[in-house]
C-alpha cells in the first residue's frame, strides 16, 4: 500500500505515532511510506526507522523543489510543505497509480484496506467533509465551488495520479492562490476544494476522519470511536501532545505512543 506525507522535523515523532498506528492496525499489510519533504536529513529518517517495524514499512525520500510554493501565503500553522500534497502526482514515480495521504497528526485505529481500494473513476480525490450545510453553502460562496461539491478537510486524501498526472494544471492553481490569497483561510484545503470540489469522492468522517468537534457533534464516546472510527484526526491547534490539549480522542494518541521513545 502506498501512503503519502508532507512534514518537517517539527512533526517527526508525530510521524513515527502516526505509522506505528497505521501498522498496527492493519498487520497483513506492507507500506511504502513516501516523505515529501524540503529539508529532512538522513540522520531524520534513520530516527524514524528506529522506531517503527522496519519489516512492515519502506520509507522513500522524496525531495521538492527549493522554490516550490515559494509565494503561497504560509503561517507557523500552515507551513509551506502543506502544498506539496497539491503537486503530489508531479514528484511521486510515475509507476504509482494511486496513493493514500495521511497527516502525521493521526491515529490509526482500524483497516484502511477498503479506503484504499474506494474506486475513484473520474474523480482527483476522496476525501472527507466537517462542515455542515450552511458552512458548506458559505465556503460555495467564499472559494467559488461546485454547487454541490464538498468543502473537505485534506488530513485524509486518496489521490486518484494517473488522473491528476494528465489533467491537473499547475497554471491553474497558482493563478487560483493568486486570485483569492486574502480569502485562504485554510489554504491548502481551501485551495483543493475551491479548485476541484466536482472531483472529489465523498468519504464518511466518522469513519476515516474523526475529530474531537465530531466526536461531540454526535454525543459520541471514546468506546463508540473505537468501535467506529478507523482514523482520528487531531486537527487545530488542539493536540494531544501539547499540555494545553482539551478531549477525549487523545486516549487514542496515549495508547499509540507509550512504546515509542522521544526524538531529540
Same mark, same amino acid.
Given at each position: 500500500?502506498?501512503?503519502?506525507?508532507?512534514?518537517?522535523?517539527?512533526?517527526?515523532?508525530?510521524?513515527?505515532?502516526?505509522?506505528?498506528?497505521?501498522?498496527?492496525?492493519?498487520?497483513?499489510?506492507?507500506?511504502?511510506?513516501?516523505?515529501?519533504?524540503?529539508?529532512?536529513?538522513?540522520?531524520?529518517?534513520?530516527?524514524?526507522?528506529?522506531?517503527?517495524?522496519?519489516?512492515?514499512?519502506?520509507?522513500?525520500?522524496?525531495?521538492?523543489?527549493?522554490?516550490?510554493?515559494?509565494?503561497?501565503?504560509?503561517?507557523?500553522?500552515?507551513?509551506?510543505?502543506?502544498?506539496?500534497?497539491?503537486?503530489?502526482?508531479?514528484?511521486?514515480?510515475?509507476?504509482?497509480?494511486?496513493?493514500?495521504?495521511?497527516?502525521?497528526?493521526?491515529?490509526?485505529?482500524?483497516?484502511?484496506?477498503?479506503?484504499?481500494?474506494?474506486?475513484? /473513476? *473520474? +474523480?482527483?480525490?476522496?476525501?472527507?467533509?466537517?462542515?455542515? =450545510?450552511?458552512?458548506?453553502? @458559505?465556503?460555495? %460562496?467564499?472559494?467559488?465551488?461546485?454547487?454541490?461539491?464538498?468543502?473537505?478537510?485534506?488530513?485524509?486524501?486518496?489521490?486518484?495520479?494517473?488522473?491528476?498526472?494528465?489533467?491537473?494544471?499547475?497554471?491553474?492553481?497558482?493563478?487560483?492562490?493568486?486570485?483569492?490569497?486574502?480569502?485562504?483561510?485554510?489554504?491548502?484545503?481551501?485551495?483543493?476544494?475551491?479548485?476541484?470540489?466536482?472531483?472529489?469522492?465523498?468519504?464518511?468522517?466518522?469513519?476515516?476522519?474523526?475529530?474531537?468537534?465530531?466526536?461531540?457533534?454526535?454525543?459520541?464516546?471514546?468506546?463508540?470511536?473505537?468501535?467506529?472510527?478507523?482514523?482520528?484526526?487531531?486537527?487545530?491547534?488542539?493536540?494531544?501532545?501539547? /499540555? *494545553? +490539549?482539551?478531549?477525549?480522542?487523545?486516549?487514542?494518541?496515549? =495508547?499509540?505512543?507509550?512504546? @515509542?521513545?522521544? %526524538?531529540?
Amino acid at each position: 500500500m502506498n501512503i503519502l506525507v508532507t512534514l518537517n522535523r517539527g512533526y517527526l515523532y508525530q510521524l513515527c505515532v502516526m505509522l506505528s498506528s497505521l501498522i498496527k492496525s492493519n498487520p497483513d499489510t506492507e507500506f511504502d511510506v513516501y516523505v515529501m519533504n524540503a529539508s529532512l536529513t538522513e540522520a531524520d529518517f534513520e530516527a524514524v526507522r528506529q522506531r517503527i517495524p522496519a519489516d512492515k514499512c519502506r520509507l522513500i525520500d522524496i525531495k521538492t523543489g527549493e522554490n516550490e510554493f515559494a509565494d503561497a501565503p504560509i503561517t507557523d500553522r500552515y507551513p509551506r510543505e502543506m502544498y506539496f500534497r497539491i503537486f503530489a502526482a508531479k514528484y511521486l514515480p510515475e509507476n504509482l497509480d494511486r496513493i493514500l495521504y495521511l497527516d502525521p497528526d493521526i491515529v490509526v485505529l482500524g483497516s484502511v484496506k477498503e479506503l484504499y481500494e474506494t474506486r475513484l /473513476d *473520474s +474523480y482527483y480525490y476522496a476525501a472527507a467533509s466537517h462542515v455542515n =450545510e450552511v458552512m458548506r453553502m @458559505i465556503n460555495k %460562496i467564499r472559494l467559488g465551488m461546485d454547487d454541490e461539491g464538498p468543502y473537505i478537510n485534506s488530513g485524509v486524501m486518496l489521490m486518484n495520479l494517473d488522473l491528476l498526472r494528465s489533467s491537473q494544471s499547475e497554471d491553474e492553481v497558482y493563478d487560483y492562490i493568486r486570485q483569492n490569497e486574502k480569502l485562504l483561510i485554510l489554504p491548502d484545503q481551501d485551495v483543493l476544494s475551491g479548485l476541484y470540489s466536482d472531483k472529489i469522492y465523498p468519504l464518511e468522517p466518522l469513519r476515516y476522519n474523526m475529530t474531537e468537534r465530531l466526536m461531540v457533534y454526535h454525543m459520541m464516546t471514546p468506546e463508540n470511536v473505537r468501535n467506529i472510527s478507523a482514523i482520528v484526526h487531531y486537527i487545530g491547534r488542539n493536540k494531544p501532545w501539547k /499540555d *494545553s +490539549y482539551i478531549g477525549k480522542l487523545g486516549v487514542f494518541y496515549e =495508547e499509540a505512543s507509550k512504546d @515509542i521513545p522521544p %526524538i531529540e
